[in-house]
């Protein structure tokens, strides 16, 4: 199910969690959106969420997110300056995690890698981050790793002299530009 443009719609209205068979949700520039629905969680075959331009959204609260999360992509949410605690219950599951246009995402936080599913994760524009959290190197299910547009970050990860390489050196696939 794809929300696109929908530029009035404030909210969802809870039945949707009668969707049990919804495997993707995608909301795109719909700047009037303030909160996700609280029957989430009833979305047991969510595998996929994306979430892209939604101004006035705050990802921040939230317990009703479905535990089948596979792939979680994010961005362009300037209500957002930390990565929400509650992804931390997909580590069993999330494989792809895409955050992108963060500009005041300054970090990621240190239960990052708890995320131990992850197999991809891409990183893109998020100007003020820097580094990464410790312990990169314990997600050993990590098989792709890009970065881009994240000038220091980049400096940070440069194969062999970078203060956060040893962190990564373990992913196969890695883009950085």
């Known amino acids: 199910m794809i929300f696109y443009k ?14 049990t068979s919804l495997r993707r949700l995608e909301f795109t520039s719909c700047e009037s959106l303030m909160s996700l629905p609280r029957g989430l969680k009833y ?46 219950r997909f580590g069993n599951t999330l494989q792809v995690l895409i955050i992108h246009f963060f500009e005041n995402l300054e970090a990621l936080p240190e239960w990052f890698p708890y995320l131990i599913s992850l197999r991809k994760l891409v990183i893109w524009a998020c100007p003020k981050l820097s580094s990464l959290p410790e312990r990169m190197d314990c997600l050993t299910s990590l098989k792709e790793l890009e970065i881009g547009y994240c000038l220091q970050l980049r ?22 530009v």
């Open 6 to 19: 929908c530029l009035k719609l404030e909210s969802l209205p809870e039945g949707i969690q009668c969707l």
């Open 43 to 88: 979305l047991i075959e969510l595998e996929s969420l994306i979430i892209f331009d939604c101004g006035k959204l705050n990802l921040m609260e939230g317990e009703d997110y479905p535990t089948s999360l596979r792939s979680l992509r994010i961005g362009s949410l300037p209500q957002l300056v930390a990565l929400p605690q509650w992804l931390i």
């Open 155 to 176: 400096r940070n990860c440069k194969r062999d002299v970078g203060k956060d390489w040893p962190k990564i050196a373990h992913v196969p696939l890695l883009k950085i």
